[in-house]
């Protein structure tokens, strides 16, 4: 079993950085995949960036260049996400799976103002 706990999210102006954290209670090399996802209003939930447990990185077009996903040695991923644009605006969600058991935070807003 495990639990996923966003935060780090907030209010930016466009152009800005932010950086989320993605803290698992238990060891994040237990996933072999984590990923990253973000749900804005009245859209469907959109898979942005993926880290597998060796560190190998996948990003969705609309992102890629501007947020990196990466983990430490413990527990914790994380987003950098930067160059921010309004449309970044979202709920931002971690997951993961362990065997068939599929985890997800409870999410951490980002709003971007133009």
């Known amino acids: 079993q495990a639990q996923l706990v966003e935060s780090g999210g907030g209010l930016v102006q466009a152009g800005g950085s932010l950086r989320l954290s993605c803290e698992a209670s238990?060891?994040?090399?237990?996933?072999?995949?984590l990923a990253w996802h973000r749900q804005a209003p009245g859209k469907q939930r959109e898979l942005i960036a993926t880290?597998?447990?060796?560190?190998?990185t996948q990003y969705a077009d609309s992102v890629k260049g501007r947020f990196t996903i990466s983990k430490d040695n413990r527990n914790t991923a994380y987003l950098q996400m930067d160059s921010l644009k309004p449309e970044d605006t979202a709920v931002y969600y971690c997951?993961?799976?362990?065997?068939?058991?599929?985890?997800w935070g409870q999410g951490t807003q980002v709003t971007v103002s133009s």
């Open positions: 997951n993961s799976f362990l065997g068939t058991i599929e985890y």
């Open positions: 238990r060891s994040i090399f237990s996933f072999k995949v």
């Open positions: 880290i597998t447990a060796g560190g190998s």
